[in-house]
């Protein structure tokens, strides 16, 4: 999911935009914060790809290698998990204040 998202980033708020609306799909078209939270989406995204990368190489893969970076990616999760959970109770109160 990594590389797809960092794809989308990869053209451009505005030229990613400015297609979308040339080809009449408005509803494709990224807000601000919809850009923003894309961005926020790849740095939470980019340590498991990393470690995916990793773990999927041909080299000689050492337990404790994998054991690491188990640790790491559950500091990683819980913390997304946190910040997911702070945007899903901010979102339903921008709901409710419209």
Known sequence: MYRQVAAV???GHNQL????RD???NECVF???EWE???????????????????QGEEVCI???????AMSLLHVALT??????SF????????TLV
């Open 37 to 55: 939270q894309l961005t926020e989406l790849t740095e939470i995204l980019l340590p498991f790809k990393e470690y995916t990368d990793i773990l």
């Open 31 to 33: 807000t601000h914060k």
């Open 80 to 85: 997304s998990r946190l910040l997911l959970r």
């Open 63 to 69: 337990v404790s290698l994998v054991s690491c970076h």
């Open 17 to 20: 935009n400015s297609v979308s």
């Open 88 to 95: 899903i109770l901010e979102e339903t109160h921008n709901l």
């Open 9 to 11: 980033l990869e053209k």
């Open 23 to 25: 080809a009449g799909h």
